[in-house]
């Protein structure tokens, strides 16, 4: 690309659209220009778009691509994204898509093989990713020091009260039929990925694995690689547990729902015998709150420990991903969170439904 200002139409005007990606995409006038906004409720695209200053709003993003001249696209609905990220990438745009980046590893597939015969860039995003505490966090792990133990935990809490001081906009009326279909639609594509699975493994993969645990997975892998096996699964509608091998490491991986109270947590820990380190996350819709990196260490066969709890920045992580996203199209790169990193997610997610089915057996 020569243009130095990416066009980009927006599909999705909902939650995080306007708590972060909106915000951060105005700060960065100078890379992006929003050239349209589209959701199924059109009275919210019109809000957005005045709120904005955008141009063009539009109720179907077929009809945004078809009417309007785009660099990229940013896909931001909830569901599947393979059907926009797919036909986008066949119209020659750029793909920014918000997870859950699809619902099977079938059209995941389908969504990066799309991508590249076009030559253009397919990102997913996985915000974590580029918060400064977490590539702190890659620079401790460089060398895995002999690590014997990782352990991810999640406290889910209710996002109302994250976002209840913010102006935010609700979606007006959407067609029931519009509705119907979508979700059709949806429950054929989980149809797709698990076959024939009990109720609580279907919810926990559309709802939780998907929708939330996607991103703890992304981040595990990002700086211990690939694992090498699911060891055990247990799924549920409030509680999810995993275990994971990483080149023989253990991981273990706790999600819980805890709607009762706005304190939502989530940490990394990794152990060695000479030092821990523990990556703690705040609330993913609180702008600018810094995630804390805590070192921990001593000295062998004494009582001495030392233990340091950094902050690396209150840069937003939302907005560095944006900023990744504009380079890698500038500048003719893959993303750190590419598609095809993305895909390794989904089928991760189906083998932990599959691991939860087997113990049923």
Not at 128 to 152: F, N, Q
Not at 335 to 347: E, F, M, N, Q
Request: net charge negative; aromatic share 6%.
């Amino acid at each position: 690309m020569t243009r130095t200002r990416v066009r980009v139409g927006i599909v999705g005007c909902g939650l995080i659209a306007q708590v972060m990606h909106l915000p951060h995409l105005r700060e960065l006038n100078d890379l992006y220009e929003v050239a349209a906004v589209c959701d199924l409720s059109l009275e919210l695209a019109e809000r957005i778009a005045a709120d904005y200053g955008i141009e063009r709003r539009f109720q179907s993003w077929q009809d945004m691509l078809s009417a309007t001249r785009l660099d990229a696209v940013l896909l931001l609905s909830s569901g599947s994204h393979a059907p926009a990220a797919i036909a986008a990438s066949q119209a020659g745009l750029h793909v920014f898509t918000e997870k859950p980046m699809s619902l099977s590893s079938s059209e995941g597939q389908a969504m990066v093989d799309a991508a590249r015969v076009a030559g253009k860039h397919l990102m997913v995003g996985y915000m974590k990713r580029y918060d400064p505490a977490y590539e702190r966090l890659e620079h401790e792990l460089a060398s895995r020091d002999d690590i014997r133990l990782v352990r991810v935990t999640t406290l889910e809490s209710a996002i109302e009260p994250y976002v209840a001081h913010l102006s935010l906009h609700r979606a007006g009326s959407i067609p029931q039929d519009i509705l119907a279909t979508l979700r059709a639609e949806d429950e054929k594509r989980v149809d797709e990925a698990l076959g024939n699975v009990s109720e609580n493994a279907r919810h926990a993969f559309r709802w939780i694995l998907l929708d939330s645990l996607v991103h703890e997975l992304n981040a595990l892998r990002g700086v211990l690689g690939e694992p090498d096996a699911v060891e055990f699964a247990t799924l549920g509608a409030q509680n999810v547990s995993v275990v994971l091998t990483f080149s023989g490491v253990q991981c273990v991986l706790s999600w819980v729902d805890l709607p009762g109270i706005a304190r939502y947590r989530q940490e990394f820990a990794f152990y060695s015998p000479w030092r821990r380190l523990t990556l703690t996350f705040p609330s993913p819709f609180l702008r600018n709150m810094p995630t804390e990196l805590t070192l921990e260490g001593g000295d062998a066969g004494t009582s001495r420990s030392w233990r340091i709890v950094e902050t690396a920045s209150y840069e937003e992580a939302f907005k560095r991903e944006l900023i990744e996203f504009h380079t890698c199209l500038t500048a003719d790169r893959e993303p750190r969170t590419s598609g095809i990193d993305g895909l390794r997610d989904v089928k991760l997610c189906e083998a932990i439904v599959a691991a939860h089915e087997a113990r049923g057996r």
